[in-house]
């Protein structure tokens, strides 16, 4: 059994604001009545992660996703339970758990935006006390995984948004963190990009062990990296189990587009007739719909099925996809794993 490198237990966290009034009447009233608003941003959410997972942490805009990684990387404190990262509580122990972790924020760079690249990594050296070898070491792997070296000289300001997550990345990552928090990493990158960064991430994983947890809205990053995903909805945890269960619960339904050999014709009642109930047939200009649960049926079942009925030119199998089933999730609100 590895070590669980995270622990949150029935972790909330509360805004209070203060709510404004529109125009100059409200602004007067603003002086004499402050009226407090409470938002819940992280409403009760409790998980383990192990060493080494790369763990997707998904919702929509608003979620709480961004709250709960501040509040992991110390920079937050919450309202009640606890968070424990590495053994440590992160908001109590600032210092020591900046040791333990790299943080990536997509929206906007840790860098510092006048000096070179490299200067910044020196700094970053002098800092996090990385010996010589290991710094070397290191830069050295992140040239290979990242490409740093063609803007390695210039200073951030200058970067394309891809170097400089590439360059961010690869900052978070100089003294070698047990945790590595990606919130939002891949916002705004091109596809070429984008794969660079999440087949670096892989290889970083693989190399150090570095546990990995990444926020995102987009689900091809998370089918490409990670084996476990967790969902949260208004501020409470709806899912938290593996990407192929998710597929596997929430992924059966399936339809087979045909398309029928020349002037073929065949009537709904004939379909009816050879086919099972639980097959759903729609016929279409030149061939057919079919719906089905893969729970009933495989789609060589069904195929066959078909094609004994009917001379066949072409099939198109469209499969749920992630997002559907993810955006399912967020309507119904199944309470998974809680
Ligand atoms: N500093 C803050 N003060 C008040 N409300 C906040 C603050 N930070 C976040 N919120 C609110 O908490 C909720 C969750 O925000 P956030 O964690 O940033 O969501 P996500 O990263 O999933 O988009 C949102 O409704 C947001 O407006
Ligand atoms: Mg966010």
């Known amino acids: 059994m590895k070590e669980n490198v995270i622990e949150l237990k029935n972790v909330r966290k509360e805004f209070v604001t203060t709510k404004h009034y529109p125009g100059f009447k409200g602004a007067v009233k603003g002086l004499f009545t402050k009226e407090k608003m409470r938002k819940i941003a992280v409403d009760d959410v409790s998980f383990e992660i192990k060493k080494g997972e ?24 919450p309202t009640s339970g606890s968070c424990l ?9 600032r210092k020591k758990n900046a040791k ?18 490299s200067e910044t990594y020196t700094v970053l050296k002098e800092i996090y006390e990385v010996s010589e070898q290991d710094f070397k070491e290191r830069l050295d792997f992140f040239e290979q995984v990242l490409g740093l070296q063609e803007f390695i000289h210039n200073t951030v300001r200058t970067l394309s948004l891809g170097q400089r997550m590439r360059a961010d990345l690869a900052a978070a990552l100089l003294h070698n ?14 596809i070429v990009v984008k794969d660079k960064i999440l087949q670096a991430i892989r290889e970083i994983n693989k190399k150090y062990s570095t546990t990995v947890i990444l926020t995102t809205h987009d689900i091809n990053d998370i089918e490409k990296l990670c084996q476990r995903i967790i969902i949260i909805d ?11 269960h998710l597929k596997k619960d ?9 398309e029928w050999k020349d002037r073929m014709e ?21 061939g057919a719909q079919v719906h089905f649960s893969k729970k009933d049926f495989t789609i060589a079942e069904v195929i066959a099925k078909v094609m004994g009925i009917v001379e066949v030119r072409d099939v198109q199998i469209q499969e749920t996809e992630l997002t559907d089933i993810v955006k399912k999730i967020y309507q119904s609100g199944v309470r998974k794993g809680l």
């Open 54 to 77: 790369i763990v997707g942490y998904i919702g929509s805009n608003g979620a709480g996703k961004s709250t709960t990684i501040k509040m992991m990387s110390g920079i937050l404190t």
């Open 85 to 93: 990262v590495n053994g440590l509580e992160p908001y109590k122990e």
């Open 100 to 117: 333990n972790i790299g943080v990536v924020f997509g929206q906007r760079t840790q860098l510092w935006w006048d000096l070179p690249l």
């Open 177 to 190: 963190p047990k945790v590595l928090y990606l919130d939002e990493p891949t916002i705004g990158l091109d």
């Open 234 to 244: 208004e501020g409470k945890k709806i899912y938290d189990d593996g990407l192929e």
């Open 250 to 258: 929430y992924g059966y339904n399936c339809t087979i587009y045909f």
């Open 266 to 286: 065949v009537s709904q009642e004939c379909m009816l007739q050879n086919m099972d109930e639980k097959i759903e047939f729609i016929k279409q200009e030149r």
